[in-house]
């Protein structure tokens, strides 16, 4: 389990609340037509995404609640509410899973993804995730997916590796 690099925390924000609940291909290529808005950079800054008009993120493939969402990511990193990279690299779990939720768009969900697989945090259960509860039902043999506090309980003995678990669990289902 490597962690995809990220040389910035608002790029890779961005990359996520675009391609939530989308199939890969889909939103590649919305994250395309997103970025040929502002060629010759392959990402926007977050001053160039509030330039730019919600209808032309809106025309590039964008819904309205995404548009919203990455125009609050932008605003909240320009403001100091999503800290530089640097700094996340250096704060505890909890605290940036507090940070990053106030952006319209991002869940626990996402900032325990971003943990996981972008910043390599070594003990993060995402407990809400459908592939770690069915991973979890497969593994343990239960007959219905298991609440949220049953794989709490489990994952207290996998601490503090349990960012290691969840892979396993995610690749128990590949099986």
Known sequence: MRPEPTH???????????????????????????NRLFAPRRFPTP??????????????????AKTA???????RTLDGTIPP?????????????ERLTVVRGIG?????MLLMFRL?????????????????QLTFGTRKLSEAPVIIRRGERWRPYRSVASWYL???LEL
């Open 8 to 34: 910035s925390l608002f790029t890779a924000l961005l990359r996520s609340i675009v391609y939530q609940q989308l199939s890969g291909k889909a939103a590649a290529t919305i994250l395309g037509r997103v």
């Open 47 to 64: 001053g160039e995404l509030l330039r730019i008009s919600p209808e032309r993120l809106r025309e590039a493939g964008l819904s309205a």
């Open 69 to 75: 969402a990455v125009r609050d990511l932008a605003a």
């Open 85 to 97: 990279l640097a700094r996340i690299r250096r704060m505890e779990d909890e605290e940036i899973i």
């Open 108 to 112: 626990r969900w996402t900032a325990e």
């Open 120 to 136: 390599g945090r070594p003990d993060v259960l995402p407990v809400t995730d459908l592939g770690i509860r069915k991973g979890f």
């Open 170 to 172: 995610y690749r128990a």
